[in-house]
């Protein structure tokens, strides 16, 4: 059975515009699109001989008719599966940003480490934080902490494409610097523009995974480099921790599980009893018949450019932030 993940198909345009303009998060700032540079469709697409869709279920229909050319099939051995009370949570893994902590995840999947370990931090809107024991929260695995991996080098060569779609301010607690946002594989990401790259003597320019509502990333203490085992899911949009906190994975199914996790603090919250991860394993692990197919719309397609058309013209000709743009998923049980 197919179904999709996706607000736009269960909800009209225009709602969803008027959700993208009340970002709970006002540290970012939304520019205009760039539509003769990054939202355009390919000559003699489909577009160009029947015409883009319009109208208030525009994005919808294009969702619905996209071609299977369009949707990006996740590898079970970058999807990560975390087992709850309230379902399975899919993550697919980005080792292209953060390559020593989802080599760490996976070596303490392998052990079977989390399993049993609780949600002891629940940050309504914020966060939920995992990894830690029910009788010490701040219990991490042993191991040698993580050297940080906020940001990654890209070159004007690179094979890491992200578009540049709109003016960001790269994290509002720590300066008024401003990068471009855009999309890598259907990530949420964030770049200084690669164009700097040609003007720099490494010829290189930071790159960076968003903290948009289902960011997987590594929790730390205030040293930067002390990464270990425990993880957080985002379930709002905290751009403070935006280049500072190494996100390194998305959730690509089960959010509705992240949301429903047990809220409080363990020694902290009076009466908290935090829920636990019942498992984790690769997706490759699983039997077939376990195994949720996970397609994702692909972000480098001429579809995906049309998409973000329709939405910028159901929002008063403005392309939503970043974060409030749905990536739509297609699942196969």
């Known amino acids: 059975m197919i179904r999709m993940t996706s607000a736009l198909l269960t909800a009209s345009v225009s709602a969803f515009a008027l959700a993208a303009t009340a970002c709970a998060d006002a540290s970012t700032d939304t520019g205009m699109a760039e539509s003769s540079a990054t939202i355009q469709e390919a000559d003699g697409s489909r577009y160009a001989r029947d015409g883009i869709p319009s109208g208030p279920d525009a994005a919808r229909q294009i969702i619905a008719d996209a071609p299977e050319a369009a949707w990006r099939a996740v590898d079970p051995d970058r999807l990560l599966v975390i087992s709850t009370r309230h379902g399975d949570i899919w993550v697919e893994l980005a080792p292209e940003f953060a390559p020593n902590h989802v080599a760490r995840i996976r070596e303490l999947v392998a052990e079977g480490f989390y399993d049993g370990k609780v949600w002891h931090r629940v940050i309504r809107d914020f966060m939920a934080q995992g990894g830690g024991a029910s009788d010490n929260p701040g219990l991490n695995a042993d191991r040698e902490p993580l050297q940080a991996e906020f940001m990654i080098a890209r070159r004007l060569d690179t094979d890491i494409a992200i578009s540049e779609l709109q003016d960001r301010v790269v994290n509002p607690r720590e300066a008024n610097t401003r990068a471009r946002a855009g999309f890598w594989n259907g990530f949420p990401a964030s770049t200084m523009p690669l164009g700097q790259a040609g003007i720099r003597a490494d010829g290189q320019v930071e790159s960076w995974l968003l903290h ?122």
Do not use: K
């Open 212 to 333: 948009c509502r289902g960011a997987v990333a590594a929790a730390r203490t205030s040293n930067p480099d002390s990464a270990n085992s425990q993880f957080y899911i985002t379930t709002g949009t905290p751009a403070h921790l935006e280049a500072v906190y190494t996100v390194w994975g998305r959730v690509r199914a089960g959010q509705d599980a992240v949301d429903a996790i047990r809220v409080g603090t363990m020694g902290e919250t009076m009466g908290f009893r935090p829920d636990f991860i019942m498992s984790m394993r690769m997706a490759s692990e699983l039997p077939e018949s376990d195994r949720l197919t996970i397609e994702v719309f692909d972000t480098d397609t001429p579809d995906f450019a049309v998409y973000l058309q329709a939405l910028q013209a159901a929002n008063n000709d403005r392309l939503p932030d970043v974060c409030d743009i749905e990536i739509p998923v297609r699942i196969t049980e």
